[in-house]
């Protein structure tokens, strides 16, 4: 269940792949072919969020998967994806001996590099 920008990422077999879908007005000027993704990135309206919890009615996201032995999982807001690329999410994620290092390097590199938002993330490991 999904509302909001706070995402959702899987590692499986070395590959990093988004769950979620962010809420966010520029998500949603992309997605009608308004905006670049380069240019939503910087928008300054790159953080209004069209559905979140307390808005009034608002249909969450719902997916069901089939978790397998060896799964990551990344749950982490814009604080850290904003700054954090997917290929360095992909390599602190494959490389980290534990969930909690994995929690910590993530958190380090967004503090390096400038998070200008609270960084939140939890790591869980499938077994």
């Given at each position: 269940?999904?509302?909001?920008d706070?995402?959702?990422?899987?590692?499986?077999?070395?590959?990093?792949?988004?769950?979620?879908?962010?809420?966010?007005?520029?998500?949603?000027?992309?997605?009608?072919?308004?905006?670049?993704?380069?240019?939503?990135?910087?928008?300054?309206?790159?953080?209004?969020?069209?559905?979140?919890?307390?808005?009034?009615?608002?249909?969450?996201?719902?997916?069901?998967?089939?978790?397998?032995?060896?799964?990551?999982?990344?749950?982490?807001?814009?604080?850290?994806?904003?700054?954090?690329?997917?290929?360095?999410?992909?390599?602190?994620?494959?490389?980290?001996?534990?969930?909690?290092?994995?929690?910590?390097?993530?958190v380090?590199?967004?503090?390096?590099?400038?998070?200008?938002?609270?960084?939140?993330?939890?790591?869980?490991?499938?077994?």
């Open positions: 269940m999904h509302i909001g706070t995402r959702a990422y899987l590692l499986r077999d070395g590959d990093l792949t988004t769950l979620t879908r962010d809420h966010t007005w520029v998500r949603r000027e992309v997605d009608a072919g308004r905006l670049s993704p380069a240019e939503a990135a910087a928008h300054p309206r790159r953080a209004v969020l069209t559905h979140a919890l307390g808005g009034g009615d608002v249909a969450a996201d719902l997916s069901v998967r089939t978790a397998a032995a060896g799964d990551r999982y990344l749950l982490c807001s814009d604080g850290l994806y904003a700054v954090v690329g997917q290929d360095a999410l992909r390599s602190v994620l494959g490389d980290a001996e534990t969930p909690e290092d994995a929690v910590q390097r993530l380090t590199a967004a503090t390096e590099a400038g998070a200008p938002d609270n960084i939140a993330c939890v790591v869980a490991d499938f077994r």
